[in-house]
């Protein structure tokens, strides 16, 4: 990710909080301007075009608003985007912008590795676990790898709990090692 993506999601989610907009909506706008920029090819090509003014392609914007609802704030997070040629980076900026918001709602996203399927109460178990970690709520994916061999191994952000067997048996080589 381009360090730009987390500066304006980080922006804008200040200015959300600071507005005091509904981030459900705000989010519902964004997914349906996603969704139009998605599925129409022509207005892509018009948004990354650089021989077309930023004035006209805002005015395009503005255009969108009323169809698609879109709140001020939206329209000018979409306006800044096009005025510093970073529309292409849309679907990052977005992205960023939800995981920004689920983190100041106290929401963190985990992945959860494990090598076989776990049973419902194992999964609750560890949910409980990696809330606690996390100091947070947790909504975690759930992913099978049976190379890890057993064990499990969590990441939060950019931090990896690893307590995989795997995981051991390669700081056990490196303790060996050295």
Known sequence: MAAFVSRYARAFADVVADFKLD???VEQQLKD???TWDSS???REVFEDPSVPAV???GVIDQMKAKLG???QVRNLL???VDHNRIGALHE???EYHRQVQERLGIFQAEVVTARELQAADKTALLEHVSGLAKGKVNATFRIDPAILGGVVVRIGSTVYDGSVLGRVERLKEVLAS
């Open 56 to 58: 006209q392609k805002i």
């Open 23 to 25: 981030t459900a909506s």
């Open 79 to 81: 306006a800044v985007l």
């Open 41 to 43: 090819a022509v207005l």
């Open 70 to 72: 879109l709140a001020p």
């Open 33 to 35: 301007f996603v969704a």
């Open 93 to 95: 900026i977005v992205a």
